[in-house]
Each structure stands twice: as structure tokens, then as C-alpha cells.
């Protein structure tokens, strides 16, 4: 059974750059969460969906990042113009729409801004 | 809102001795449910233990434990019998009603052979 996929693994970009993270959640859960990860902020909940509709995105840091869930098995979080400071390992997580059930995270996405 | 506090940075017990992770948590609701996730150096996110508030037992997973005081909002997690496999970034979580997952800052576990 595939968990929450993530891609890309790795990535390294220039300041500037458009950045794009991609999410596939687990088949048949109907929430999904896009969490960033740093050392001095922690685990940081960027927004998160249920039924593909936005419910909460007061995490997001700026305008310069957005996050689309057009279906049931795909979700972007978008960065751009990309900055050093957006350096971080972004996950991915999913699960069932009720408040007991456990979320399931993809590996993660490490990203770099030079 | 909702808060998460592990107020634990880093922690350091001798294999198979038994170590115990602080969390507490503020809210203003009375149905929720909490998590310890570790992670390890690869950084995946692994569950370790979930607790339902309206259960007073306290939830066991083999060598881990919780002790879960709903009044005094804390929920601790003990692991019997470390490992050198324990070591890891652990985290506490709240999920609340409407869905939202609040992550504590981690506790960095070290075991000592």
C-alpha cells in the first residue's frame, strides 16, 4: 500500500526561481497538509484541505507561496520567486477526515535556495 | 488557539534505562485527540503513540507509554528499555476538532551505550 509520495526528494534552485513541490496522498483520505520544517521554527502547519477546499492557510508565510488541490490524489505548494530564507524540508502529510485519526507524512521535500 | 510545548530541547539516556518526554498543550476544548511521532536522522515522520482525550487509560505501544493528565493538560511519553534505535527527534501533537495538527518544537533523544 503506497504512503504519501512526495517529489522532488532534493532540491537546489536559485533565488528567484519558481519553486514547485508535489503531493499524492494516501488513496482515499480526504485531508492533506502541507507542514514546513526548519531548526529555529520547527514543525510549521503551512495550510491544510479537506475535501480538496482550503480550510486554514494562516500558516502560509507570504503571498510569494501558494497551494492548489485541484483533485482527490494531487496537491502543489508553489514558492515564488523563491529565497534563501524559503530553505527547508517541506512534508507532505494526509489522512482520514476525523479529528482521530492519524496523519500519515510523505519523506519530504529538502529544499535549497542559493 | 491551540499550543504545543515541549519544553525538553535535547535528552540523553543510558541504553535500557527508561526516559520520559515532556508535553503539555493548552486548549479550550474537551474532545481531542494527541501524538508522539518520531523521527529519526532520516527525517521521516513515524507515529509512536496516539491518545484519545475522553479515554482516561492511558494508550501503550509495547515499550511506549503516555501519561496523559487531561486537567493539568500534559502528555508525557515514556519509553521502557531504550534502544540505540529510540534515538531519534521525537514530537508531540494535538489534533483538534476541526482538523488542525499543532506540532511541538521536539525533544532530541540521545542513547548512551
Known amino acids: 500500500d503506497a504512503g504519501v509520495i512526495q517529489s522532488p526528494r532534493h532540491e537546489v534552485t536559485e533565488m528567484g526561481q519558481e519553486v514547485t513541490l508535489r503531493c499524492k496522498p494516501i488513496?482515499?483520505?480526504?485531508?492533506l497538509f502541507w507542514y514546513r520544517q526548519t531548526m529555529m521554527r520547527g514543525l510549521e502547519l503551512l495550510i491544510y484541505?479537506?475535501?480538496?477546499?482550503?480550510?486554514?492557510d494562516s500558516g502560509m508565510p507570504e503571498d510569494r507561496f501558494s497551494a492548489k488541490m485541484p483533485n482527490a490524489s494531487f496537491s502543489t505548494l508553489k514558492i515564488q520567486p523563491s529565497e534563501p530564507r524559503d530553505s527547508a524540508v517541506y512534508f507532505c502529510?494526509?489522512?482520514?477526515?476525523?479529528?482521530?485519526?492519524?496523519?500519515?507524512f510523505g519523506e519530504g521535500s529538502w529544499l535549497t535556495v542559493v | 488557539a491551540q499550543t504545543v510545548t515541549q519544553s525538553q530541547p535535547e535528552m540523553s539516556v543510558q541504553e535500557a534505562e527508561t526516559v520520559t518526554l515532556s508535553c503539555t498543550y493548552d486548549?479550550?476544548?474537551?474532545?481531542?485527540?494527541l501524538f508522539w511521532y518520531k523521527q529519526p536522522p532520516s527525517r521521516q515522520m513515524i507515529l509512536v503513540i496516539r491518545?484519545?482525550?475522553?479515554?482516561?487509560q492511558n494508550a501503550t505501544e509495547n515499550r511506549f507509554s503516555v501519561n496523559f493528565q487531561k486537567a493539568a493538560k500534559s502528555f508525557s511519553l515514556k519509553i521502557s528499555d531504550s534502544q540505540l534505535g529510540d534515538a531519534a527527534m521525537y514530537f508531540c501533537?494535538?489534533?483538534?476538532?476541526?482538523?488542525?495538527?499543532?506540532f511541538g518544537k521536539g525533544t532530541r533523544l540521545h542513547i548512551l551505550p
Open positions: 501533537a494535538y489534533r483538534s476538532r476541526d482538523d488542525k495538527i499543532i
Open positions: 486548549t479550550s476544548e474537551s474532545d481531542y485527540y
Open positions: 491518545q484519545e482525550a475522553y479515554k482516561q
Open positions: 488513496s482515499g483520505h480526504n485531508s
Open positions: 484541505f479537506n475535501n480538496n477546499v482550503p480550510i486554514d
Open positions: 502529510a494526509s489522512s482520514l477526515h476525523l479529528s482521530g485519526n492519524t496523519i500519515y
